[in-house]
């Protein structure tokens, strides 16, 4: 078959990551919607089914549906998910009513390492990052109707500057670890192995911004996607992305977002396309 007649246009994706027991719902989609956790468990019910998942499990959710998410009571949990919009299925695949809602492939299975690559390549934002994105993205759908692909599982990453993902990856790690507190320049600097000044140095060369920043911009993505993907209050919000101060958290959100964390939600449960992360268009000029 040929995959390029498998019509798909990625419009949104990211990582989120909730607090134990929160939930996201019920919400009527918009478009399709892979997700894939990768820590945690979460209950998902829609369009009349519900299906436990765990980390592993692959989930393709319909356009046009109700749906809610369930979280897991005991702990954090973390999940990757991309939106896009389905033209026509070609001949020679079963009509979208047939497809398998939930895949749990295991760890020799194509269908991660397409949608990791597919997020990836997706957040980049350049044509040619798109369209390695869209092939990616209609390979793992051909694998998911199909239920082939089973390989020895090859996952690496594709970071930016060695220094920056070190400093970044450090901010991500501090985040899992519960409420977001902020690392200090000289705890960046230690994560990345050099000095604070190198450090400063090499993140406005390569971004433009400085560390502290990136972090900033790092802990608003993160509210950003709570805001997209979760039932959870605004101040509770705030203090999951290290802010002490709720109308502090809002105030920065807007300069950033262009809306307040309010706005920024109906704008999203109304359809609306949530835009690249501030910090992935930093990278995306300077790639």
């Not at 705890?187 to 000044?197: D, F, N, Y």
């Amino acid at each position: 078959m040929d995959l390029s007649a498998i019509q798909i246009d990625p419009s949104g994706g990211g990582l989120a990551e909730y607090p134990a027991g929160a939930t996201f719902g019920p919400r009527s989609t918009h478009d399709w919607e892979w997700v894939w956790i990768v820590k945690g468990t979460a209950l998902w019910a829609g369009d009349d089914t519900e299906h436990q998942l765990h980390a592993g499990s692959i989930l393709l959710i319909p356009n046009g549906i109700r749906d809610t998410f369930r979280w897991s009571e005991q702990r954090r949990t973390r999940h990757g998910f991309i939106h896009f919009t389905l033209g026509d299925v070609p001949a020679g695949l079963p009509a979208p009513e047939h497809w398998p809602r939930v895949m749990d492939p295991g760890g020799d299975h194509l269908l991660p390492p397409l949608l990791r690559h597919a997020l990836i390549m997706f957040r980049r934002g350049d044509p040619h990052s798109r369209a390695a994105c869209i092939h990616s993205l209609q390979l793992a759908l051909h694998c998911f109707i199909t239920g082939s692909g089973r390989i020895d599982d090859d996952d690496h990453g594709i970071d930016g500057h060695p220094l920056v993902s070190r400093a970044l990856d450090a901010i991500r790690t501090r985040w899992r670890e519960g409420r977001y507190a902020p690392l200090t320049l000289g705890e960046l600097a230690a994560a990345a192995g050099v000095s604070q000044g190198h450090l400063i140095r090499v993140f406005q060369q390569h971004l433009e911004i400085s560390p502290q920043e990136a972090q900033r911009l790092l802990r608003l993505d993160q509210g950003a996607t709570l805001l997209a993907r979760s039932n959870l209050q605004i101040q509770a919000i705030a203090e999951q992305c290290g802010f002490s101060c709720p109308f502090h958290f809002s105030r920065s959100f807007k300069k950033v977002y262009g809306k307040s964390p309010r706005a920024f939600r109906s704008h999203l449960l109304a359809g609306g396309n949530r835009p690249l992360s501030p910090l992935v268009r930093s990278m995306i000029r300077h790639t």
